[in-house]
């Protein structure tokens, strides 16, 4: 049996599609997620517990861009961060508050 490090509460939010209560992953950051109620692909960014779930097909775009500005950050490769969203965690505070800003500057304008 695996037991994990991270002991944590899932981070809830809520599915744009039918409004049911979507659980991510508390061990990442960010990721796929499907809707329980509805099996809507989801798409999931999570902060201070909550998460920000929006449907996958509108996410695409603005994960590839995630991903890419966050790669470049951390100095890896795209891929390796999709694979492994843990490695925000070398992000120095500062680096990762300008991060979600600009996240959450990309994601409002939709």
Same mark, same amino acid.
């Given at each position: 049996? *695996? *037991? #994990? #490090?991270? #002991?944590?509460?899932? &981070?809830?939010?809520?599915?744009?599609?039918?409004?049911?209560?979507? &659980?991510a992953e508390p061990s990442q950051y960010f990721g796929d997620v499907d809707c329980r109620h509805c099996q809507a692909p989801l798409w999931f960014l999570q902060q201070d517990g909550t998460a920000q779930v929006y449907e996958r097909s509108w996410a695409a775009g603005r994960i590839a861009w995630l991903l890419a500005r966050t790669a470049r950050e951390l100095g890896v490769a795209s891929a390796e961060l999709a694979a492994n969203s843990s490695l925000l965690e070398r992000l120095d505070s500062i680096a990762f508050v300008e991060l979600l800003m600009e996240l959450e500057s990309e994601l409002d304008s939709r």
């Open positions: 049996m *695996t *037991t #994990s #490090s991270d #002991s944590r509460e899932p &981070a809830l939010g809520l599915c744009p599609q039918c409004g049911a209560e979507v &659980a």
